[in-house]
């Protein structure tokens, strides 16, 4: 089942989407116009065009009368495409326009929703109110991807764009669904492409050499610790799992500005994100030379990375959670981690970035305190060749980092769940 939200006055994170990766978004919605004539020019010349349904027909008008790429009165040209600003035309011919309405498609989870609807305003004040966001919400993963590749197949262009995990990348670009950027990105000189991570922009971002995502969230874990908890009782930011523990047990049941302190706060029932925070520390243990190498498995013939890694691996989670919150095995990680985080009873936690943008919500007592570092990793590697736990060395962890009072520490940053992209429709 599929359910809409009306968000009247637009999203930032979502519109920044039909930027075509790359433009500021106060040129976005003449974008795409600009992309959608484009299209459908292309269509002509091909001799591919048929007959719309009377809801593309009309949702095509209203894009023509709101943003006409050539009335040139109604936006002065982008200086980098010739193409018109919709946040710069003049109050005389924008009076009585039917706001432009975009139908986006995203899943109903409430990190991602939120993170929708936090920019709405921003956006609003950028298009003078001219742009509608309709957010469909699908109800899981699977249904998203379900919906996407459905849309694609049909080409009804149902949908202009889609916030989604890239897990569905090479299904909608084969099927011709997700539309080209490469050219958009490349040529744009707002989107600063190389700043993005090498291995999001090849993996995450593209298909067969081809840009179809713009990377709204790397979705790479992080910790994140209270400095001036950890400064009050002369602890440094923990470098490994053992240290993190550690440093956990020191803290847990103190009381700290009248609140007593979880050392550590980690959702761990089963239907939320538990298999992600086992997965990353099992793999500062086994992973040791890249991602090539694998981490539950070994690439080389398919052998379960399992074990003593996989013992080591629980006891450390055992130990943490001695030093976690009441509710870890009851509730999820918006309550767990950002909850606890946010509200100041919590003093580490590991996650994905969402929690920093948190600490600077209204309410949080994280404005100044929350510190930002690596996930810890481990000083104990699996040897393959033997299938035991041994200290790391440069021989056998070439990416480790040296401390000169604990040796070679080997981490494996976890880039959990893939990331979030924005994509536009082909179709649309």
Known sequence: MMMMVAVGRGSLGLLRLLILLGASYRVAP???????????????????????????EQHHQRRDNVFDTNNTDACPTCPTCGIVDPTATDDNNSEGMEPLTMQILVVDNPGIINMVKWNADDYYEHTNGRVRININLVPNM????????????????????????PVILGSAATLGGFLDLTDYVKESPYSDWTDVLLALRTYVTSFEDKIYLLLLDG??????????????????????????????????????????????????????????????VLSTITQTKGTSSGSLFDTQDMTPLTGKAMVEMLRIHEEQSKYGTEDEYTDTINHVHNGH????????????????????????????????????????????????????????????????????VNSAPYAANGGWGAAISANT
């Open 142 to 165: 699977p249904q998203l991807f379900a919906e996407i590749e459905e849309d694609a197949r049909s080409g009804g262009g149902l949908f202009d764009a889609y916030y989604t995990n």
């Open 341 to 408: 985080m946010n509200d100041g009873s919590c003093a580490m936690t590991f996650m994905w970035g969402d929690l920093f943008r948190r600490s600077k919500a209204q309410g949080s007592i994280l404005h100044d305190k929350l510190g930002v570092a690596p996930t810890p990793g481990s000083e104990l590697v699996l040897d393959r060749a033997t299938g035991e736990l041994v200290p790391c060395t440069r021989e056998l962890c070439p990416y480790a980092k040296y401390y000169e009072d604990i040796g070679f």
């Open 30 to 56: 003449c974008l795409a116009a600009a992309l959608v004539r484009r299209h459908e020019n292309k269509q002509q010349q091909d001799g591919r065009m048929t007959r719309t349904t009377t809801r593309q």
């Open 219 to 280: 979705d790479t874990h992080t910790m994140f610790y209270r400095k001036d908890v950890l400064d009050h009782f002369g602890l440094q930011p923990p470098r490994t799992w053992n240290e993190y523990n550690q440093v956990a047990k020191t803290v847990h049941g103190s009381v700290f500005n009248n609140i007593t302190l979880s050392g550590s706060c980690v959702s761990r029932i089963q239907s939320d994100h538990a298999m992600y925070w086992y997965h990353l």
